[in-house]
């Protein structure tokens, strides 16, 4: 298990865009389309989530709820919004597993 310690802001962001790139590959493989925005990105990937049995509404979820890691480690405007080192953990171990999915439904 990998111990994150001084930089859960920067592994949370890694997290969320691991499983951000994961969900757009999916929607390229599907779908033929390219979408950029981040909320594109979870329209589309919720949209095809509800047709694929092995995604499991948890992927859905997170992809939604982890944003705010971004904007926490990209912008930074409110020092009380900070991640957890056990935030940063459970992100981490939900994108590889978002990840492992998505890569196992492309093949």
């Not at 948890?58 to 991640?83: H, R």
Request: proline share 3%; hydrophobic share 45%.
């Amino acid at each position: 298990m990998l111990e994150v310690v001084h930089y859960s802001d920067e592994a949370a962001r890694a997290a969320y865009l691991a499983a951000l790139q994961a969900a757009q590959a999916l929607i390229w493989e599907r779908t033929g389309k390219v979408v950029k925005t981040h909320r594109g990105v979870r329209s589309s990937f919720g949209r095809l989530a509800r047709e694929e049995p092995a995604i499991g509404p948890n992927f859905t979820e997170f992809l939604a709820n982890s944003f705010k890691f971004k904007q926490i480690a990209d912008y930074d405007t409110d020092p009380k919004a900070v991640v957890a080192s056990g935030e940063a953990q459970e992100a981490i171990e939900t994108a590889t597993r978002f990840v492992d999915c998505i890569a196992t439904l492309l093949g």
